[in-house]
């Protein structure tokens, strides 16, 4: 069974800065893009960065230049380098992969989600 797990979380003050991993585990043939999404209380979930197999990235307006996404497809994971947080980037944040299973099968999964929390 797949899994994406997530780690690196937690309370940092603004400005500061915070890096993210997820793993992806299980039996699967190749990983697609992969990404991070964040969900805010009250808020919808929207998308941060993703970043293709081949290392083509997107970023949304509200952390281009303050954040950055990469893979280690060797190791099947996804980081995110968070610098100049400011207390709007507070939410949980989610890890997706659109993963092939075999020559058939192609599912998007989602992490258990990780809270960031920007505050002094």
């Known amino acids: 069974q797949v899994q994406l797990v997530e780690s690196g979380g937690g309370l940092v003050q603004p400005g500061g800065s915070l890096r993210l991993s997820c793993a992806a585990s299980?039996?699967?043939?190749?990983?697609?893009?992969m990404g991070w999404y964040r969900q805010a209380p009250g808020k919808e979930r929207e998308l941060v960065a993703d970043i293709t197999s081949g290392g083509s990235t997107n970023y949304a307006d509200s952390v281009k230049g303050r954040f950055t996404i990469s893979r280690d497809n060797a190791k099947n994971t996804v980081y995110l380098q968070m610098n100049s947080l400011k207390p709007e980037d507070t939410a949980v944040y989610y890890c997706n992969a659109d993963i092939r299973l075999d020559t058939i099968y192609e599912y998007d999964y989602w992490g258990q989600g990780t809270q960031v929390t920007v505050s002094s």
């Open positions: 299980g039996s699967m043939l190749s990983i697609n893009a």
